[in-house]
């Protein structure tokens, strides 16, 4: 038993070719910023620091 804690997934970034360009909000884009935050706070909350961890991982 590891007493590390779990990182949560990353949110998948988005292909550019996925946006339709047309202007729309949210965007796919903003979403995924969104998500982004989300993920760095559930990050935070276990003590690390969102910044540190490799975009592989998680």
Do not use: Q, S
């Not at 949560?8 to 903003?30: A, L, S, V």
């Amino acid at each position: 038993m590891t007493d590390e804690p779990t990182v949560p997934k990353r949110p998948k970034t988005p292909d550019p070719m996925e946006c339709c360009r047309r202007g729309c909000y949210p965007c796919i884009f903003d979403y995924h910023d969104t998500a982004m935050e989300r993920w760095a706070a559930r990050v935070r909350a276990l003590g690390l620091d969102p910044d540190e961890i490799p975009a592989e991982a998680g």
